[in-house]
């Protein structure tokens, strides 16, 4: 069955530094998503994306974070000067259409800011 | 801003019997409703939706019940399984709105008990 794969699986960084987290979305899906999981709490809507363009984002997604697909296939979320709070579990997911029965998440990328 | 409830953080069941899973939300806006169902260090897998002009739509062993009048949702696993043991979020969407991120409740632990 075709997956999401996300690297890395853990990151460790300083605060300050900037963090590119990877995606590889399914091959014919057309929509890709992040979301995040801060530790106890639920997973949060970061951004969707289509047709090279940002098509939603929610408040957390500010200034600091960036998305892009840069080669066709790669799906990255750039956090450029991170803090202790974006610690957290971040979700790639993508999909064919825009409901959510057909969204497919990857396993996530555990990062932790110091 | 919890719009999406899961008062239940966890429960347990013993195998074959009936898994009840409670969701209150508090957005009138919301009009598609999905539960998703995670396993550590995996991302969350779609289980079953209903839209909000359904009261019940059913899939094997999962039904979701929906009581827009309440404001509330249910999912039903019978009979339970060992490997329905997992975290359960409800999830909603405002797909009316053109809205289509998902806002995830806190989740729900499930344990089946052999």
């Known amino acids: 069955e075709p997956e999401v794969t996300q690297t890395p699986s853990h990151q460790v960084t300083q605060m300050g530094q900037e963090v590119i987290l990877r995606c590889v979305p399914i091959?014919?899906?057309?929509?890709f998503y992040w979301y995040r999981q801060i530790l106890g709490q639920k997973v949060e809507f970061l951004v969707s994306?289509?047709?090279?363009?940002?098509?939603?984002k929610s408040e957390i997604f500010d200034d600091q974070f960036s998305v892009e697909r840069p080669d066709g296939s790669n799906f990255t979320l750039k956090i450029r000067s991170t803090k202790l709070e974006d610690s957290a579990m971040y979700f790639c997911?993508?999909?064919?259409?825009?409901?959510?029965?057909?969204?497919?998440f990857g396993e996530g990328s555990w990062l932790t800011v110091v | 801003d919890q719009q999406v409830k899961q008062n239940s953080p966890s429960l347990s069941v013993q195998e074959g019997r009936i898994s009840i899973l409670n969701c209150d939300y508090t957005?009138?806006?919301?009009?598609?409703f999905l539960w998703y169902k995670k396993y550590p260090a995996e991302g969350p897998t779609f289980l079953i939706s209903?839209?909000?002009?359904?009261d019940k739509n059913e899939d094997g062993r999962f039904t979701v019940f929906l009581n827009k009048s309440a404001k509330h949702l249910s999912l039903h696993i019978v009979p339970s399984q060992p490997g329905d043991s997992a975290v359960y979020f409800c999830?909603?969407?405002?797909?009316?709105?053109?809205?289509?991120?998902?806002?995830f409740g806190k989740g729900t632990k499930l344990s089946v008990i052999p």
């Open positions: 997911a993508s999909s064919v259409g825009r409901s959510g029965n057909t969204i497919y």
């Open positions: 091959s014919n899906h057309l929509y």
């Open positions: 994306f289509y047709n090279n363009e940002i098509s939603e």
């Open positions: 957005n009138s806006m919301f009009d598609y």
């Open positions: 209903i839209s909000s002009i359904k």
């Open positions: 999830a909603a969407s405002r797909t009316g709105a053109g809205s289509y991120q998902l806002t």
